[in-house]
């Protein structure tokens, strides 16, 4: 079955700092990958998805990688803010043309001021 | 205006009770989910509908049934109710091609006592 898991469940960064949180998956078959956040008391947003046929994209202040050497996902966020602190789920559309995704554990980030 | 819209947002009952949750979207999607989210912030699929037909069906108990009385609702009702299906309940909506961008509501945390 799929399987998508988060190597840190916590990560501390210094305001300014870049963050990166990490994901391994197990499916060969993913389609795509996808990044939601998630505020204390809110639902997920999604921030930024990359293809399984691309390396890297990205977005404002975002940016993914995928490594589908080692099946390996991260999201970097540069000068990681306050308002970036959140529980970071990575999550997979398990192949082409399924229409349901499945989330991964979560990290939560947390920025000091 | 809120874009998913899940109420009540907390909803404590006595074991054995019967309880809805409703949710509604006013992005004109044609697809809507439900997630559960436990203590550990795993986040599970439960239902998808699609146009008000049901697409995804998890391994979920009998005693959970969806109802899509038109494309923008999607209403949870659960009977029975026991200890274990206390948790955040999530609705999500999303285009039929746009899987991987769902919109999330803000999630109703429901107690079982």
């Known amino acids: 079955g799929e399987s998508v898991g988060l190597h840190l469940p916590t990560l501390s960064v210094q305001e300014g700092d870049n963050s990166i949180i990490n994901c391994a998956y197990s499916?060969?078959?993913?389609?795509?990958f996808i990044w939601y956040k998630q505020e204390s008391g809110k639902g997920p947003q999604f921030i930024i998805d990359?293809?399984?046929?691309?390396d890297k994209r990205q977005g404002q202040r975002v940016t993914v990688l995928l490594n589908k050497t080692v099946k390996h996902l991260s999201l970097q966020i540069a000068a990681t803010q306050p308002g970036d602190s959140a529980v970071y789920f990575c999550?997979?559309?398990?192949?082409?043309?399924?229409?349901?995704?499945?989330f991964g554990t979560g990290t939560r980030l947390t920025v000091i001021p | 205006d809120t874009a998913v819209s899940q109420t009540p947002k907390y909803l404590v009952t006595q074991m054995g009770n019967d309880k809805s949750i409703k949710c509604e979207q006013n992005?004109?999607?044609?697809?809507m989910y439900w997630y559960k989210q436990d203590s550990k912030k795993f986040l599970k699929i439960m239902f998808s509908?699609?146009?008000?037909?049901?697409?995804i069906n998890e391994t979920v108990p009998n005693r959970f049934s969806p109802k899509s009385p038109d494309k923008a609702h999607l209403n949870l009702h659960i009977n029975s109710l026991e200890l274990g299906d206390s948790a955040v309940y999530f609705c999500?909506?999303?285009?039929?091609?746009?899987?991987?961008?769902?919109?999330f509501g803000a999630g109703t945390r429901l107690s079982v006592l």
């Open positions: 999500a909506s999303s285009q039929d091609s746009a899987v991987r961008l769902q919109y």
């Open positions: 499916n060969s078959a993913s389609d795509y």
């Open positions: 990359i293809r399984s046929n691309m």
């Open positions: 999550a997979e559309i398990p192949s082409v043309g399924a229409n349901n995704l499945f």
């Open positions: 992005l004109g999607h044609d697809t």
């Open positions: 509908y699609n146009n008000k037909e049901l697409i």
